[in-house]
Structures are given as structure tokens and as C-alpha cells.
């Protein structure tokens, strides 16, 4: 099973920019397709962005297009979210999660995912 930490989190203010890190760790974590995931509180986890192991493919969550960018760095087994033109709807808890194939990653769970611990973003206007 891999483990992941997230880091990055913070305060930024309307238009500002984020990148959120996604340090993975196991024998097989650079086999994983990562992904990110946000949470505000009181509501449903939600898809932001994933990426196959190879770094080929990417997929992305509507509200998010064109803004954010999903990166993987396998020899650091590093997954990278970087966001620009943070809106106030942005904000909400980071999650970084790893699954066995990317299409699982469409979903909010399956049997096979790793979660980091979640890292808080906040965007003021």
C-alpha cells in the first residue's frame, strides 16, 4: 500500500496562485496513477484532478479547467497540483489519493485507494 503526505496548503487571496505537493512512498508508488480530491465541510468529497502513472493522460474536473494543472515527477514519486486564478469556491480541504488505475480515480472511492492526511486551502476576496 502506498502512503502519501500533502503539503502546500494556505491563504492566497482571489487570483492568486497554489501548488500543492504529494510525496508518495512504497515499493510499487510510482505504479500508482495519482489524483486530488477537495472536501468543504458538511458536503460530499469532490474530483479536482488525476493523472495515469506514466504522466500521459490527465483528466480534470469542469470547474477547475484551464486553471489548475496536474503534474507527476515519478523519480521523486512526487504528484503536483498546481492551481492558478484561485477563486473563493476554490476553497476547501486538499486530499491527494492514489489508486491502482487512473478511471478509479473518476470515482469518489474504490476498494484499492490511499488518501493523504489533507492539506487546507483558503482563497480571500
Same mark, same amino acid.
Given at each position: 500500500?502506498?502512503?502519501?503526505?500533502?503539503?502546500? &496548503?494556505?491563504?492566497? /487571496? #482571489?487570483? +492568486?496562485?497554489?501548488?500543492?505537493?504529494? $510525496? !508518495?512512498?512504497?515499493?510499487?508508488?510510482?505504479?500508482?496513477?495519482? &489524483?486530488?480530491?477537495? /472536501? #468543504?465541510? +458538511?458536503?460530499?468529497?469532490?474530483?479536482? $484532478? !488525476?493523472?495515469?502513472?506514466?504522466?500521459?493522460?490527465?483528466?480534470?474536473?469542469?470547474?477547475?479547467?484551464?486553471?489548475?494543472?496536474?503534474?507527476?515527477?515519478? $523519480?521523486?514519486?512526487?504528484?503536483?497540483?498546481?492551481?492558478?486564478?484561485?477563486?473563493?469556491?476554490?476553497?476547501?480541504?486538499?486530499?491527494?489519493?492514489?489508486?491502482? $488505475?487512473?478511471?478509479?480515480?473518476?470515482?469518489?472511492?474504490?476498494?484499492?485507494?490511499?488518501?493523504?492526511?489533507?492539506?487546507?486551502?483558503?482563497?480571500?476576496?
Amino acid at each position: 500500500q502506498v502512503q502519501l503526505v500533502e503539503s502546500g &496548503g494556505g491563504l492566497v /487571496q #482571489v487570483g +492568486g496562485s497554489l501548488s500543492l505537493s504529494c $510525496a !508518495a512512498s512504497g515499493r510499487t508508488a510510482s505504479s500508482y496513477a495519482m &489524483g486530488w480530491f477537495r /472536501q #468543504v465541510s +458538511g458536503k460530499e468529497r469532490q474530483f479536482v $484532478a !488525476a493523472i495515469d502513472w506514466s504522466g500521459t493522460n490527465t483528466y480534470y474536473a469542469d470547474s477547475v479547467k484551464g486553471r489548475f494543472t496536474i503534474s507527476r515527477d515519478n $523519480a521523486r514519486n512526487t504528484g503536483i497540483l498546481q492551481m492558478n486564478s484561485l477563486k473563493p469556491e476554490d476553497t476547501a480541504v486538499y486530499y491527494c489519493a492514489a489508486d491502482t $488505475a487512473v478511471q478509479a480515480l473518476l470515482q469518489v472511492t474504490s476498494q484499492h485507494r490511499a488518501w493523504g492526511q489533507g492539506t487546507q486551502v483558503t482563497v480571500s476576496s
